[in-house]
């Protein structure tokens, strides 16, 4: 069981505010660390690799035409792993820690807990190794163009944001409370890839026109703040799920 304590309550008195500032360092470093990690690991296989532009525009969800705006904004497939630098994998890698510090920060604060202690950081390290991992595989092997690659894509995103949230944590909530909050971000994603068809498409094609590709850089770093919206949001709605569960069965019993 959960308790509700002082740091979880101030959360929910400004939950608009503080997600909105924990979503906007989650666009600002994860441009700085998806992108460039994105685009080494699509470039990993090119042969049976998406590319990062195909990766991101179905991410997005858009038309053909901003498909083509997009795709002209990155590398194509293959040339980003000649043309990274020792210095650029050391900079991607402080870039990738600081991401994964405010990713555990964003998720303690929702689940009311104290900072981790230092030598706790090698926990960053992992996450951001099976972050990896798993962004190679959604570029290069899961498919979502059948019910059984969208429902196998499905279940690994549970699986890894139920993960990610136990491993950031440091095993201080049990896995049962942190399922929940798996399954809402997951359900959110799905909802933003909707609202991407329906704005973010158009968007791209009006932006191209009004300011060139940076119009393009823009909503994608809208996209990224919606994502970090939605990987918060959805584990607050977790919480709040898990907690309402605890509340009836506890009722129940009395």
Known sequence: MIRRSP????????????????????????FLTLVPLLLIVSSADPQHGRGFAQWLSEGLGVSAASRGQVERLFTPAGQALRTTTAFGIVALAAFGLSFSAAVQSGFEKVWGLPPARWWARWRHVVWLAVLTGYLFASATTLRSHTPT??????AGAILFFWWS?????????????????????VL????????????????????T?????FGTVLVVQSWLIGVGVVVFGGVLVGRLVHEEIVRVALKRRH
């Open 7 to 30: 740091a979880g309550r101030g959360w929910r008195r400004g939950t608009d505010l503080e997600l909105f500032q924990h979503a906007l360092g989650f666009a600002a470093l994860g």
């Open 165 to 185: 949230q136990r491993m950031l944590l440091g095993g201080r909530v049990r896995w049962r409370a942190l399922l929940p909050g798996a399954v809402a971000t």
């Open 209 to 213: 026109v009004s300011y060139g590709p």
């Open 188 to 207: 959110g994603l799905l909802g933003l890839r909707v609202f991407s068809q329906l704005v973010f498409s158009p968007l791209i094609a009006s932006n």
């Open 149 to 154: 690659g969208a429902l196998i894509a499905v």
